[in-house]
């Protein structure tokens, strides 16, 4: 019915523009079958060795975290600053760094995959009953035997769960990588198709990447269902260490030294790579264009006006994206006959890469500011909705037994007690879609709009502008985890008013 439906729409004489027919794309693939097959040849294998390098780069860090505890901070601060690099920045700084091959396209998927799966492997890695841990003790083992024997094993379907969102984001991450100047791959031809305003051409290349990405989210979520039986837990906020509570001066105190040892690490990479300073800047550049310079006060200016514009398209997208996500859970649970339409469309829109979407989206809404929020709304959707349709199933047993026995109606038991039980995977998902939404924003405007920070970027690589262009990438990485920490400030204080016991 859906694919009669979309032929109809792709015939229709106001929409030949926008939308491609099903039997065009088909057309299109059969023409031009081993032009597509080299470039997803290309994609696949980038993305493959991205998704590996990325996976086990985060079980690195976990297992780094684990044993040094008092590292646990730094270590995972550090990976938030670096996952809240603007991956289309990035890339031309990775071609110039890199040269010619592979390497961005690589290096653009790792970084797009390894902190969906930091990020929960840390969580699973201490899901384990503390009873477990006094058994390794007993005989005399320390913290590697309990990493190894105990830690690991209870964060199996954490693990997997992060496996499956990383799946469909290494295509991504290999795709922005190609369209940022390599010579083949699906990115290069999306960007071809764009440019030359090819329909069929740019509808058979979202096709196939979200063909592609849904096989590969399926796919992993196949395996973990054969390897564990259990189906994963869902991924709320880190449990809480027992102790003293935070001194106020303690955070900032963490946020200095992460960015201490950023910027050492960053230099230290800079001044060892050997590679001349006139575009592989040290952090001293960056202060001297932002700061220091003749010109510092114009640089400030240009990237303050792009910033805005790039800020009026990622705070609406990113609520509407949030509020969306929240509320198709809700509408699920309380009426479960539209699952069976629901769930297809928000897997789908997942697993469409975003360099795909865009241009059609831009074709559809026009390069103004609805197009921008509508790619950020849907860049956030599908995380908020999965992490809320899985919270609003953590309502504890007993307390469903109450409302049962006073025969409590489907809307009361969403108010007081499924939704309190969706708020930390609410918040989880928030504070994770908030470079995601950067991102989002980030892209269509390097390809289609011409505005914000994103086309920013795009000129200042184009003009080899490298003092510009790496000065955007530092404040959009700082601003995003900046955002983080603000929706993680919000997330404890509703958490107090609402859900106290989640707290614990």
């Known amino acids: 019915m859906l694919l009669v439906l979309w032929e109809g729409l792709g015939h229709l004489p106001d929409l030949a523009l926008l939308v491609a027919p099903p039997s065009a794309i088909l057309l299109y693939l059969w023409t031009n079958a081993g032009l597509m097959a080299r470039a997803l040849t290309e994609t696949l294998t980038n993305a493959a060795w991205g998704f590996a390098a990325g996976n086990l780069a985060a079980i690195a860090l976990a297992a780094l975290a684990m044993l040094l505890p008092r590292a646990e901070r730094i270590v995972a601060g550090l990976a938030l600053l670096v996952f809240c690099l603007p991956l289309v920045a990035t890339g031309p700084i990775l071609r110039v760094?890199?040269?010619?091959?592979?390497?961005?396209?690589i290096t653009l998927a790792a970084l797009a995959v390894y902190y969906t799966t930091f990020v929960p492997l840390l969580v699973g890695l201490r899901a384990a009953p503390s009873t477990w841990f006094d058994l390794v003790r007993s005989y005399g083992r320390g913290r590697g035997a309990a990493?190894?024997?105990?830690?690991?094993?209870?964060?199996?379907?954490?693990?997997?769960?992060g496996l499956q969102i990383a799946a469909p984001a290494?295509?991504?991450g290999a795709m922005v990588g190609e369209f940022t100047g390599a010579e083949r791959g699906m990115g290069v031809l999306?960007?071809?198709?764009?440019?030359a305003l090819d329909v069929d051409a740019t509808w058979a290349l979202a096709t196939v990447a979200a063909a592609i990405s849904t096989l590969a989210y399926a796919g992993v979520g196949a395996l973990g269902r054969r390897m564990l039986p259990d189906a994963p837990p869902v991924i709320l906020s880190p449990p809480r260490e027992p102790g003293r509570a935070a001194r106020w001066w303690q955070a900032p105190l963490r946020a200095l030294a992460v960015l201490a040892v950023a910027l050492v690490a960053w230099w230290a990479a800079m001044a060892l790579s050997g590679l001349s300073p006139f575009f592989a800047k040290r952090p001293g550049d960056v202060w001297d264009a932002l700061v220091s310079d003749a010109d510092a006060a114009q640089t400030?200016?240009?990237?303050?006006?792009a910033m805005a514009q790039t800020g009026a398209a990622v705070v609406p997208g990113y609520l509407a994206g949030l509020a969306l996500g929240a509320g198709l859970a809700v509408a699920l649970v309380l009426r479960p006959g539209i699952a069976s339409v629901a769930m297809p469309v928000a897997v789908a829109l997942r697993a469409v890469p975003i360099v795909t979407t865009a241009p059609l989206v831009v074709l559809a809404l026009g390069r103004g500011m609805t197009g921008s929020v509508t790619l950020v709304a849907v860049m956030v959707f599908f995380p908020a909705f999965v992490a809320c349709l899985h919270g609003l199933a953590r309502a504890p047993g007993q307390a469903v037994d109450v409302f049962d026995a006073y025969a409590a109606g489907p809307v009361a038991r969403m108010i007081h007690l499924r939704l309190p039980a969706m708020l930390p995977a609410f918040f989880a998902a928030a504070r994770m879609?908030?470079?995601a939404a950067v991102l989002a924003v980030t892209v269509v405007e390097w390809l289609a709009t011409g505005q914000g920070v994103g086309a920013l970027m795009a000129l200042s690589a184009s003009l080899s502008d490298y003092d510009m262009l790496w000065s955007a990438v530092v404040v959009v990485a700082v601003l995003s985890a900046a955002g983080y920490a603000a929706v993680g400030w919000v997330e404890a204080r509703v958490l107090a008013r609402f859900a106290p016991e989640q707290l614990a």
């Open 97 to 105: 760094l890199y040269g010619p091959g592979p390497g961005p396209q």
């Open 147 to 161: 990493l190894i024997h105990v830690r690991t094993m209870a964060s199996l379907p954490y693990l997997f769960a």
């Open 170 to 172: 290494a295509v991504l």
């Open 190 to 195: 999306t960007v071809r198709a764009m440019r």
């Open 300 to 305: 400030r200016a240009t990237l303050l006006a």
């Open 433 to 435: 879609t908030v470079p």
